[in-house]
């Protein structure tokens, strides 16, 4: 038993029951923690709601762990989506059984009268959205005296959803006396802004995956842009996942993908901000059922999500930045499983893809796009692996001889072959330009110029004039490595011809360009 043993009674009795043995290193950080506020950064998956769970038993419950405190709430938590909301309201409902703390949740688009009756009869906790929040406290219906402490959960996605004005509402109205704790799954220098305004002596808890963990494997794959659906019905067809999750930049994308993917067989839903709350309801519970596999989503629609058992989450867009591309990525790979995101990426944005990879200091892998022989072979395998159950009863045992007996092994053996092909889509074949694509990632033609760190070279502009002096445009210029006296860049193989022809007519006079007889030796790339 590690750490749960500190824990009062009445949740250790809970956790027991719901399987848990062991605390991860974030609940275990918050148990030894100074009762102070806390800025908290933990990778996604880790744990951290029931970590806040464990932070608000010190201020909700008595020593014997059960809640004797008035009918005012006594914490307050604030996150960022409805869908959000629901789930941590569901996690701290289970959580806090069995210590008489109930709970209340204000969110957007729920019925407001109903919020009001339900803080009328008191309550310890209150989990919500920030506009309903201080929507509430404006009218008077959520009081604040009692509050000792508040929490932010998922503080990052409040802010890139713009919520900073209703947040600093409502904590200017809190009581002075108040413990202060964030959330977030990365602290950027938005949320150490909000920490520095908000909290004070704030101790920091950084969770780091452990040292060679890898939970979540991160590949991209060139693709052509009109090919970028076919690239993602390839990789729902070669991994077969039993969950998965696919981003897009629009809700257009979304209604448009979902309807391809459901038309191939698929199942498939959608989330996005056209949908009403009862319509994500629907299909968050279509996923967590296993009645659909494959969930399409805007960042908006997915904030907080929590997919129990998700096994890949392919961006079908590429994410707007590093923290977006985390929090897409961390839908997979959580509570100790194994996870795989997929960057689809069209050839102009492979350096951009790079580039996000890079900052949030991650391993790309490269792959083709998965062609249509290579998922029939995938799936082959795993027929072959397959093993159907023994018959159990007497009459699934008479089924099973009297079918032997009537058609042979090998036509049964053909029918179950027919039944496994039937229940999958057919995978697409790719129109090609993707491969070339990807070929000229290592299959570039390598050149160097005369002008390197000793002339105060900067790529921001030897790429301008690379472009000009060759006639090429930015999407044919690879890598770039600006070295002492030297710059050395990769021209795609497409577009090198041209540019060595056009680069020499410049004569002397000029930046002098010379074709490498061989690619440079690896060494970090910059720009």
């Known amino acids: 038993m590690t750490g749960i043993d500190r824990v009062p009674a009445t949740l250790t009795r809970t956790l027991f029951a719901r399987g848990f043995t062991t605390l991860t290193p974030v609940q275990t950080a918050i148990l030894d923690a100074p009762e102070a506020d806390l800025l908290v950064s933990a990778r996604t998956g880790s744990g951290k709601t029931l970590a806040l769970g464990l932070a608000l038993a010190r201020e909700v419950l008595d020593a014997d762990g059960l809640y004797a405190s008035g009918p005012e709430p006594r914490a307050l938590i604030l996150v960022p989506t409805r869908e959000l909301a629901a789930q941590v309201r569901n996690e701290l409902a289970w959580l806090f059984a069995g210590t008489g703390a109930r709970i209340a949740s204000c969110v957007g688009g729920a019925d407001v009268a109903a919020e009001r009756a339900a ?18 406290i404006r009218r008077g219906a959520l009081p604040t005296d009692a509050l000792a402490t508040v929490a932010l959960d998922e503080a990052d996605d409040m802010l890139d959803l713009g919520f900073r004005e209703e947040l600093e509402a409502i904590l200017t109205t809190l009581p002075s006396e108040r413990r202060t704790l964030m959330f977030s799954a990365t602290i950027t220098p938005r949320i150490e802004a909000l920490a520095a305004r908000f909290q004070t002596g704030a101790a920091r808890i950084d969770i780091a995956a452990p040292e060679g963990e890898a939970s979540i494997a991160f590949q991209g794959m060139l693709v052509a842009p009109d090919d970028r659906d076919k690239a993602v019905i390839n990789l729902l067809c070669l991994h077969e996942p039993e969950s998965a999750l696919v981003f897009c930049g629009r809700r257009e994308s979304v209604a448009l993908l979902t309807g391809d993917l459901s038309a191939r067989g698929f199942r498939v839903v959608a989330l996005s901000g056209d949908l009403g709350q009862s319509d994500r309801d629907a299909a968050l519970a279509a996923m967590r059922s296993g009645r659909a596999k494959v969930c399409v989503a805007t960042d908006v629609a997915a904030r907080g999500l929590d997919l129990p058992g998700l096994d890949l989450v392919i961006h079908a867009d590429l994410p707007a930045n590093r923290e977006i591309l985390l929090h897409r990525s961390g839908r997979t790979g959580r509570a100790g499983r194994k996870g795989l995101a ?75 072959v027919q039944l496994w092909r039937a229940g999958r889509p057919a995978p697409e074949d790719l129109a090609g330009r993707a491969a070339a694509g990807a070929r000229s990632r290592t299959g570039g033609v390598w050149f160097s110029v005369n002008l390197g760190h000793g002339g105060q070279a900067e790529v921001r502009w030897i790429l301008p004039l690379l472009c000009r002096l060759g006639r090429v445009s930015r999407r044919d210029i690879g890598r770039v490595r600006v070295r002492d006296g030297q710059t050395q860049f990769e021209v795609r193989g497409g577009a090198a011809r041209g540019f060595a022809n056009a680069a020499a007519r410049h004569g002397d006079g000029g930046p002098r360009i010379e074709r490498l007889g061989a690619r440079p030796g690896d060494a970090p790339e910059e720009g």
């Open 119 to 136: 803080l009328a009869r008191g309550c310890a906790l209150v989990v919500g959205t920030p506009g309903r929040v201080a929507d509430h």
């Open 342 to 416: 997929v960057l689809v990426v069209p050839p102009a944005s492979q350096r951009r893809a790079e580039t996000l990879i890079a900052r949030a200091g991650l391993a790309l892998e490269w792959h083709p796009v998965p062609r249509r022989e290579e998922i029939e072979a995938g799936r082959r395998v795993r027929m072959l692996d397959h093993v159907a159950p023994a018959a159990e009863t007497e009459q699934d045992r008479e089924a099973v001889s009297a079918l032997l007996s009537t058609h042979g092994p090998e036509q049964v053996a053909a029918a179950f």
